[in-house]
């Protein structure tokens, strides 16, 4: 492992940066785990001129035990568990490409201890010192919360014949979760519930460049709080700007369009003229009371609203059942889209009605 002189330890691999070694690449400032610019995963000491980035000083290499997985010996039913999971699981493409990548390269040895004084300590004698790699120790702790939380914990994680998991995660944790917690949970030889879909974004980007917390740049969850920007605009934005199938971009000037014009103009405008209109008193609305629709069925406008209704709903729960989340929200919107015009064009033909009568 890299060992800083200057610091006196090893050196975690959010602490090493260096040029990427991957051909074509070449990025300056690479972390010792991954290569913001690419996406591929890395080891510090793959690192072309690493630097410590504490003391800004050049560590070396030095001897250390450590534990790894055997991933060369849990191959056969690794891949037999992701070609049939990613079928049956409708796996997004791009987790598909993530996960063959890997495979590809043909699966090595994978350590799974540090030398670093945070983290879950290792249970061993001989590692006491260390403590584990946080991405053999993070996926567990889906199971450990689970644990905490109730006593009955194996009815959701070994119950894998009336439980379906799905996970959701931007592209460069991909290997983690089909490759690394599926070999970790095969190796045991019990009978877990395995990850059967998930659902893999790709970049968003803020405003000209790429997120990143390291270096300051984008909007995080304390940036989101002080705006005092409602959560549910939040939510409403980052869903409707989901990078599912390729990068979108964050902007502000975007996220105020969008809650003005869709938000507000769209759903809310839809909400308000309803509820405003069944509230009013009675002769200008409904007195809070929703009154009954006899021959509904009869008229034209509010026929042709329930069968455009209908196929929005089937497209939305087609959607949500693939994991389209994005899709979902637009088919959801869409029914107020034509709510909306429905009010429209039934307030015109109700005031042209009263025009002529009078």
């Known amino acids: 492992q890299l060992y800083c002189d200057t610091c006196e330890r090893f050196l975690a691999d959010r602490l090493v940066e260096g040029k990427c070694p991957t051909e074509g690449c070449n990025y300056e400032a690479a972390r010792g785990d991954q290569c913001e610019n690419c996406s591929k995963l890395l080891n510090p000491t793959e690192l072309i001129d690493p630097k410590c980035k504490v003391c800004k000083n050049a560590p070396r290499i030095r001897d250390t035990d450590h534990l790894f997985l055997e991933l060369p010996l849990l191959s056969d039913k690794l891949v037999n568990y992701i070609n049939n999971t990613s079928v049956a699981g409708m796996w997004s493409q791009n987790a598909i490409q993530a996960t063959n990548a890997w495979l590809k390269e043909g699966l090595k040895q994978r350590c799974i201890t540090r030398d670093l004084k945070w983290g879950v300590p290792v249970p061993h004698e001989k590692y006491k010192d260390k403590v584990f790699y946080v991405w053999f120790d993070a996926p567990i702790g889906y199971i450990s919360i689970t ?10 994680w070994k119950d894998p014949d009336n439980v379906e998991l799905f996970q959701f995660m931007g592209k460069d944790n991909v290997p983690f979760h089909t490759v690394m917690f599926p070999s970790t949970l095969l190796g045991t030889g019990e009978n877990w519930t395995m990850m059967k879909t998930i659902s893999v974004t790709e970049y968003l980007n803020y405003e000209a460049g790429k997120f990143s ?42 996220l105020q369009a969008k809650l003005n014009s869709e938000l507000l103009n769209n759903l809310g405008n839809f909400i308000n003229r309803v509820l405003s209109f069944v509230a009013k008193p009675a002769g200008a609305g409904y007195d809070s009371i929703i009154p009954d629709a006899p021959n509904a069925e009869s008229h ?23 994991v389209k989340l994005k899709q979902g929200l637009k088919s959801a919107m869409a029914i107020s889209s034509d709510g909306n015009a429905y009010l429209q064009v039934n307030i015109i033909l109700c005031l042209g009605f009263h025009l002529c009568f009078y």
Do not use: C
């Open 147 to 156: 644990a905490s939380y109730t006593p009955d914990w194996e009815k959701w």
């Open 213 to 254: 917390k390291s270096h300051g740049i984008g909007v995080f969850g304390n940036d989101a709080k002080v705006t005092n920007i409602p959560s549910e605009v939040w939510r409403y934005y980052l869903l409707m700007n989901r990078p599912e199938v390729s990068d979108t971009l964050f902007t502000w000037a975007d």
């Open 300 to 322: 034209t406008l509010t026929n042709a609203l329930a069968e455009k209704t209908n196929k929005w709903v089937e497209q939305y729960l087609e959607a949500m059942e693939k």
